[in-house]
């Protein structure tokens, strides 16, 4: 995989958080991670198509979802991740990956284009991704741990 691949997609995220309320979010750390992904709680998949191809996946537990879900939602209180609070991070998942497609584009790389979200819900899950290799960044989000995972080739 591209290391140039990556830095389009994590641009976008640090841009669109704190477009939904968030005001801090740091880098905390990167790994190299199998083609094989154990899901923390909850995970948004979005498949990408065209001159690269595989998925950008958004990780976290249910209770920093929750967490997640209630900044989004102004502060209303997420004691369980129905219908709403799924709906809010599926949209943040699809805002950044959209927004990643008009980085690629600024840098002269056209014909991205994305899936619709895919919420996985369960713990310690398996996900098998169609690449042997994804990179997984961790990030503190007003406290709240991320991990975005990028799979293309």
């Known amino acids: 995989m591209d290391v ?3 830095n389009p997609i994590l641009d976008a995220f640090v841009n669109i958080l704190p477009q939904l309320g968030f005001q801090q979010i740091d880098k905390k750390g990167v790994k ?14 979005i498949g990408v198509m065209g001159p690269l191809k595989g998925a950008i996946l958004i990780g976290m537990t249910v209770d920093n979802a929750k967490m997640f879900a209630s900044k989004m939602m102004m502060g209303m209180e997420v004691t369980q991740l129905d219908d709403l ?12 990956c959209a927004n990643a497609c ?4 600024q840098e002269g790389m056209s014909g991205l284009d994305i ?9 310690d899950a398996k ?3 169609s690449v042997p290799k994804a990179v997984g960044v ?3 989000v007003d406290g709240i741990e991320i991990i975005v995972y990028v799979g293309l080739f």
Not at 32 to 45: A, M
Not at 115 to 123: A, F, N, V
Request: no cysteine.
């Open 138 to 140: 961790t990030f503190s």
């Open 32 to 45: 190299l991670e199998d083609g094989v992904l154990t899901n923390p709680g909850l995970i948004i998949n």
């Open 115 to 123: 899936s619709p979200p895919t919420l996985l819900m369960g713990k």
């Open 85 to 96: 609070a799924q709906s809010a991070i599926s949209e943040m998942g699809n805002m950044v």
């Open 4 to 6: 140039n691949a990556i």
């Open 102 to 105: 008009t980085n690629f584009s």
């Open 127 to 129: 996900i098998k991704l």
